[in-house]
């Protein structure tokens, strides 16, 4: 039975949101955009978003237009025309500033509002654990989107302006089904696993550490396997080779770095998620219990 069902009377005001884990997630937003690193970290995250700009900007401006004057210099360029590649280049590059954001902003959820002795707060109010785990979700996971899935969308949104083409609104919306899908399994594990230790850990520091240790491991381990055994396969154990398969299959990448299908890395991407998820609702549904 919930805390505030026994030990609280009855909450009798007036509902701000139709969902209840939203107050989650603005609280979560609104804690975030007081922390100058958190700041710090969307400025970092900015820095490829206005290189692509510039980029979509050089390509669809300057190189299609053969009087202008720097378009001979610009299509020496490598790298300077736009296709899928360049999304699916783009996510994963924005790869390791996302980590670092979640990284700060979710290893401390949970264990500072254990530590903090937020967890009878929250669940005096009409709140039960399920809202409590989607709006600490939510918020991490729409946060590694804002760096990935949507800039990567109004990027591709920038490029049919600029050069508006039938065959090529067709063509991106390809492009931009692959950088969701490619950024959705970027994300999600991503941000359940760091929850998952929030849960179980009694720090954010231990949990950002252990986090960190456990990606190393992973990857280690997975190398020394297919290294022992001369079988590149055994890569896909390791996590981040798994996520970069998933981007490979969204984007139709043709250079595989091992032969496996892109399900067996699927599997190991949902088995993350799924562990990690039952281990925040396990934690989450005992704290809302009377003591």
């Not at 510039?54 to 001979?72: E, F, G, K």
């Not at 899928?84 to 670092?100: E, G, H, K, N, Y």
């Not at 709006?135 to 800039?151: D, E, R």
Request: proline share 3%.
């Amino acid at each position: 039975m919930p805390v505030y069902e026994r030990s609280y009377r009855n909450y009798d005001g007036a509902m701000r949101h139709q969902f209840r884990w939203w107050i989650v997630l603005e609280q979560e937003f609104r804690v975030l955009s007081r922390s100058k690193i958190f700041k710090f970290l969307v400025i970092l995250a900015a820095i490829q978003v206005l290189v692509r700009l510039l980029q979509v900007v050089a390509y669809d401006v300057v190189i299609q237009d053969p009087n202008h004057p720097m378009a001979a210099i610009l299509s020496q360029v490598d790298g300077i025309v736009v296709k899928s590649s360049t999304f699916f280049d783009f996510v994963r590059l924005q790869s390791p500033v996302m980590f670092i954001m979640l990284l700060f902003a979710g290893s401390g959820m949970i264990c500072n509002d254990f530590r903090n002795n937020l967890m009878e707060i929250y669940f005096s109010k009409p709140m039960r654990w399920y809202d409590y785990v989607v709006g600490k979700t939510a918020a991490l996971i729409l946060l590694g989107l804002c760096v990935t899935a949507l800039p990567a969308v109004l990027l591709i949104a920038q490029h049919n302006l600029l050069l508006p083409n039938w065959a090529l609104f067709q063509e991106s919306l390809n492009w931009a089904a692959a950088s969701l899908g490619f950024s959705l399994a970027l994300v999600v594990p991503t941000a359940l696993a760091i929850l998952a230790c929030s849960a179980l850990l009694p720090g954010q520091n231990y949990a950002a550490i252990t986090v960190f240790m456990l990606l190393i491991a992973n990857s280690t381990m997975a190398g020394l396997l297919a290294g022992a055994l001369r079988d590149r396969n055994y890569l896909i154990l390791s996590f981040p080779m798994a996520i970069h398969r998933l981007g490979q299959f969204f984007f139709e990448d043709r250079s595989l770095i091992f032969d496996l299908d892109w399900k067996w890395a699927f599997a190991l991407v949902f088995a993350v998620s799924f562990v990690s998820l039952l281990i925040v609702m396990r934690r989450a549904r005992r704290s809302e219990m009377a003591a």
